[in-house]
């Protein structure tokens, strides 16, 4: 009510009446903070972290011109009001959240795989509003949890736990998933089991879910409206200060979406001209001979690189060697037969065929995402690796790429130094600069 009052009044001083251009005010010109802000000050913060103010100044308006349906992802001309300020820290001009990738993520087979909606584009205005939505506790039952308290930045947006803890202590069923480059997932479906059909059902449900944020939706735009640094951060996004869950969902959808891996050692070797079958320059001779692991012996590439399409032969080059995401969720063998407590898809579906069956988070940051697997029953890479390289168990829909000629689970048998060399491996899939970018860290304050 109070930011309402506040905006309508600054509505009135900056617009001559009748006027419905959607600038929203700006804050009080002698407010120190606002006022440096204005001045640029954040280029500091950015240089830091790596690229995140390069060619922020116009090109957010660029990359938000395409923006279809209500959003208009337009900030205000002159910085955030106090009453922002004073909670957050927010750079102005807003960061870059939808800046070109690198050129192996433009091959046309890699976008094929972003699952983004052509009505909920990502734009700098909605990315920094969700980025405040994914730290903001209020969005818990008794304040004392965000989305970000289960995927936290410095663990590859996951977190250490097997299963995690809730708002009141209560424990979630499966492991948190990371969810760096989520939105390269060509079937679009969300949870171990899938059960989000899309990324914008997906997170409403931690937010309602009663062992994790406990609101119902109601709660939460109560919640949400009555914080005072939303309206402008909403106006910015949607062209006017009107909180409701779709919006909400939109902001936290287009946030994550935003939260890309593409500076791993791996994206390095790639960019220096490297390929799949030959040694990159910038990897010891131990990690080219795990990469050699992964794309031959270990047979860990015919999953999680996912190809559009069938494999191609051996040799021929891969149509995607960026996003380290399944194609559609498998059964990797971790169960002989049908468990009590989660079947996975099977659950979900109803479909025996599907029972056992599972996504997979990307492997990009695996060495960050500790423990592993749905039921994060694995807590090492090394006892990923021992899985698949001897503990493949024998399920009816065991996916027949962890089968042997013979259809019984493969048995790998790789060296003592091969499994060193693929754990090496997994670790270049590691992005320092993601873990430290301030676009995605916690804007709050305190
Ligand atoms: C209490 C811990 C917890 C909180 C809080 C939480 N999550 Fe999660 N998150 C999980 C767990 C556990 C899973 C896997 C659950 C499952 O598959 O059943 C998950 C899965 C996800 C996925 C699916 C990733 C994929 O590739 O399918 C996304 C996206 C996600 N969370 C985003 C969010 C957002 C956004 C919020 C805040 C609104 C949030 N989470 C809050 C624990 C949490
Ligand atoms: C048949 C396709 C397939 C193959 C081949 C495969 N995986 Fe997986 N992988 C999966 C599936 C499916 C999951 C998720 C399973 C679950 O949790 O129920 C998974 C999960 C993982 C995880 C855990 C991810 C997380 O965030 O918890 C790691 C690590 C992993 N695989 C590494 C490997 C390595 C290394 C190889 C090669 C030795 C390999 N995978 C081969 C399908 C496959």
Not at 25 to 44: I, L, Q
Not at 172 to 183: E, F, K, P, V, Y
Not at 391 to 420: C, F, I, T
Request: net charge negative.
């Amino acid at each position: 009510m109070h930011a309402r009052t506040w905006l309508l009044a600054a509505m009135a001083l900056t617009l001559p009446a009748g006027c419905d251009d959607p600038t929203p005010p700006m804050g009080d010109p002698g407010e120190t903070d606002a006022a440096t802000e204005g001045g640029g000050s954040e280029a500091g913060d950015g240089s830091t972290g790596g690229e995140a103010t390069d060619g922020s100044d116009g090109s957010q308006d660029g990359s938000s011109d395409d923006t279809a349906g209500e959003s208009t992802g337009d900030g205000p001309s002159d910085g955030y009001p106090p009453e922002v300020e004073e909670v957050l820290d927010l750079p102005w001009p807003p960061y870059d959240y939808d800046e070109p990738l690198p050129a192996h993520f433009q091959a046309p087979p890699v976008q094929g795989m972003d699952n983004t909606p052509s009505d909920n584009e990502i734009t700098d205005a909605g990315a920094t509003l969700g980025r405040v939505l994914f730290y903001d506790r209020t969005l818990s039952a008794n304040h004392t949890i965000s989305c970000s308290s289960c995927h936290g930045q410095a663990n590859g947006f996951t977190d250490t736990a097997t299963f995690s803890e809730g708002f009141d202590g209560g424990l979630t069923g499966r492991n948190s998933m990371s969810i760096a480059n989520a939105r390269f997932y060509a079937p679009g479906h969300f949870f171990w089991d899938e059960r989000a059909d899309t990324l914008e059902d997906q997170v409403l449900m931690p937010i309602q879910n009663e062992v994790e944020m406990g609101l119902t939706l109601e709660e939460l735009v109560d919640r949400v409206s009555a914080q005072p640094y939303y309206p402008a951060l909403f106006e910015d996004a949607f062209g006017d200060p009107d909180v409701d869950t779709q919006r909400i969902s939109w902001a936290l959808a287009q946030f994550v979406r935003s939260i890309s891996s593409y500076r791993s050692p791996w994206d390095e070797g790639i960019e220096a001209g490297g390929t799949p079958g030959g040694p990159f320059p910038n990897y010891s001779a131990q990690e080219n001979r795990g990469k050699d692991v992964f794309f031959g012996p270990g047979r860990c590439a015919v999953c999680h690189l996912g190809q559009p399409g069938p494999p191609p032969p051996p040799g021929a080059p891969l149509p995607n060697v960026a996003i380290f995401m399944l194609n559609e969720a498998a059964n990797n063998g971790l169960d002989a037969a049908l468990v009590n407590d989660d079947n996975g898809l099977g659950d979900v579906t109803g479909d025996p065929g599907l029972n056992g069956v599972f996504k997979s988070p990307s492997l990009r940051n695996v060495e960050l995402t500790a423990p592993y697997m749905h039921d994060g029953r694995f807590s090492t890479l090394r006892e990923v690796i021992d899985h698949y390289d001897s503990g493949v168990e024998d399920h009816p829909n065991l996916d027949p790429r962890l089968r042997a000629p013979d259809g019984s689970p493969q048995r790998l048998n790789l060296s003592e130094a091969d499994k060193d060399a693929l754990e090496a491996f997994l670790r270049t899939l590691t992005d320092d600069a993601l873990i430290e970018d301030p676009r995605f860290s916690d804007p709050f304050r305190e």
